[in-house]
T-cell receptor
Framework: DSGVTQTPKHLITATGQRVTLRCSPRSGDLSVYWYQQSLDQGLQFLIHYYNGEERAKGNILERFSAQQFPDLHSELNLSSLELGDSALYFC????????FGPGTRLTVL | DAKTTQPTSMDCAEGRAANLPCNHSTISGNEYVYWYRQIHSQGPQYIIHGLKNNETNEMASLIITEDRKSSTLILPHATLRDTAVYYCIGRGSTLGRLYFGRGTQLTVWP
């Protein structure tokens, strides 16, 4: 158990919909990273927050956004969903090494 | 961050040492070599990291060549539960993202 929690574990939705994925970091970790893993692209970095502020962006689509709240949990919002957004979404928290949550499996039908 | 090259797949008998190679010929002097693994769609798991000295922890050993252009992750007594994709990552900043390549699929057989 990494100490990082993600909800929900599975999410099935339709194209055009909007979903929110939630991540709670390990106690004391200020950094939260989001990654997407699809079959054809592998693990791709999306975005990094540190203590509530955005620190870095990867190949995150404009339809996707994230935020980190004062209690340090983070949410990844995915809107206007497309079939190609079906993937595993991981968050990681860090005090140096990154510790990953169990992921949210998103299926867009 | 340095580009790394790993074999696509390897296998190993249970109880034997698994030696996973990684080439990182473009690594810069201040970049660490990190190893993570991912067991079948679970979240990636941190294994070990090093700069230029060999490192050992309860999971594995990391051997980095003197010129730092390559390294080897050693699982001394592989078990079936070590079957996973292993990622070698060059990382310049402890706050930076991780660049995952395709990694090495290690299969441990009984």
């Amino acid at each position: 158990d990494s100490g990082v929690t993600q909800t929900p574990k599975h999410l099935i939705t339709a194209t055009g919909q909007r979903v929110t994925l939630r991540c709670s970091p390990r106690s004391g970790d200020l950094s939260v990273y989001w990654y997407q893993q699809s079959l054809d692209q592998g693990l791709q970095f999306l975005i990094h927050y540190y203590n509530g502020e955005e620190r870095a962006k990867g190949n995150i689509l404009e339809r996707f956004s994230a935020q980190q709240f004062p209690d340090l949990h983070s949410e990844l919002n995915l809107s206007s969903l497309e079939l190609g957004d079906s993937a595993l979404y991981f968050c990681a928290s860090s005090d140096g090494e990154q510790f990953f949550g169990p992921g949210t499996r998103l299926t867009v039908l | 961050d340095a580009k790394t090259t790993q074999p696509t797949s390897m296998d190993c008998a249970e109880g034997r040492a698994a030696n996973l190679p990684c080439n990182h010929s473009t690594i810069s002097g201040n970049e660490y070599v990190y190893w993570y693994r991912q067991i079948h769609s679970q979240g990636p798991q941190y294994i070990i990291h090093g700069l230029k000295n060999n490192e050992t922890n309860e999971m594995a050993s990391l051997i980095i060549t003197e010129d730092r252009k390559s390294s080897t992750l050693i699982l001394p007594h592989a078990t079936l539960r070590d079957t996973a994709v292993y990622y070698c990552i060059g990382r310049g900043s402890t706050l930076g993202r991780l660049y995952f390549g395709r990694g090495t699929q290690l299969t441990v057989w009984p």
